[in-house]
C-alpha cells in the first residue's frame, strides 16, 4: 500500500489494537449492536470510519439513528454474585 493512503478496512486485531480494547470486549460491542462489522467469507472487517463512530456513540456526541445506536435487548444483564460467607466453626 502506498505510504500516502489510509487503510478503508480493518481487522480484528488491528481495531482492538487502535481502540485500545481486548477481543473479549469487541465481541461484545457487536453482539450489542455498537460495533458495524463485514463478514467476507471468514475475514471480519470492520470499516476504519467505524473506529471513530463508536467513539463518538460511546461520548454521546452522535445523534442515535442507524443499527449500531440501537440497543440489543437480547443481551444478558450483568450479575453480580454475592460474596459466599466464610465458615466459622460452632
Given at each position: 500500500?502506498?505510504?500516502?493512503?489510509?487503510?478503508?478496512?480493518?481487522?480484528?486485531?488491528?481495531?482492538?489494537?487502535?481502540?485500545?480494547?481486548?477481543?473479549?470486549?469487541?465481541?461484545?460491542?457487536?453482539?450489542?449492536?455498537?460495533?458495524?462489522?463485514?463478514?467476507?467469507g471468514?475475514?471480519?472487517l470492520?470499516?476504519?470510519?467505524?473506529?471513530?463512530?463508536?467513539?463518538?456513540?460511546?461520548?454521546?456526541?452522535?445523534?442515535?439513528?442507524?443499527?449500531?445506536?440501537?440497543?440489543?435487548?437480547?443481551?444478558?444483564?450483568?450479575?453480580?454474585?454475592?460474596?459466599?460467607?466464610?465458615?466459622?466453626?460452632?
Amino acid at each position: 500500500m502506498p505510504p500516502n493512503q489510509a487503510k478503508i478496512a480493518l481487522s480484528i486485531r488491528e481495531f482492538c489494537f487502535l481502540a485500545s480494547i481486548g477481543r473479549s470486549l469487541f465481541y461484545e460491542e457487536v453482539k450489542a449492536g455498537r460495533i458495524n462489522v463485514l463478514k467476507v467469507g471468514r475475514k471480519t472487517l470492520i470499516p476504519a470510519t467505524e473506529l471513530n463512530a463508536w467513539l463518538r456513540r460511546l461520548s454521546g456526541n452522535e445523534a442515535h439513528s442507524g443499527p449500531a445506536s440501537q440497543p440489543n435487548t437480547d443481551a444478558r444483564p450483568y450479575r453480580i454474585r454475592p460474596r459466599p460467607q466464610a465458615f466459622v466453626p460452632s
